[in-house]
């Protein structure tokens, strides 16, 4: 699975910033099979997970760091998902990985089988 994620930045404290990531090799139906994610390194530390959405769309889960300011959706006809993320701060400094896996949901959160190139978000204060 190639995934391709765009629309990174740098935004300022309090903005709004939208993440894409399309699996450019899948059909849409196969998409529909896979739960999506996203992770987040920022300098010096650990890919750490951000949140994630199951294959239908129906259930989704985010990281306490991220909960009511980031959104995850998914357009199945477009092999896309996205990551709408709004009050940023600067400590959501990071390149943001889009991750994705055919198997349980919790492994698309923990141990994703696929991750795509990473879409660099700074956020200055």
């Known amino acids: 699975v190639q995934l391709q994620a765009s629309g990174g930045g740098v935004v300022q404290a309090g903005d709004s910033l939208r993440l894409s990531c399309t699996a450019s090799d899948l059909s849409g139906r196969i998409f529909s099979r896979y739960h999506m994610g996203w992770f987040r390194q920022a300098p010096g530390t650990e890919r750490t997970f951000v949140g994630a959405?199951?294959?239908?769309?129906?259930?989704?889960s985010y990281a306490d760091s991220v909960k009511g300011r980031f959104t995850i959706s998914r357009d199945n006809a477009k092999n896309t998902v996205y990551l709408q993320m709004n009050s940023l701060r600067p400590d959501d400094t990071a390149v943001y990985y889009c991750v994705s896996d055919a198997r349980r949901f919790e492994l698309v959160m923990s141990t994703p089988s696929f991750w795509g190139q990473g879409t660099q978000v700074t956020v200055s204060s």
């Open positions: 959405i199951t294959n239908t769309g129906s259930s989704t």
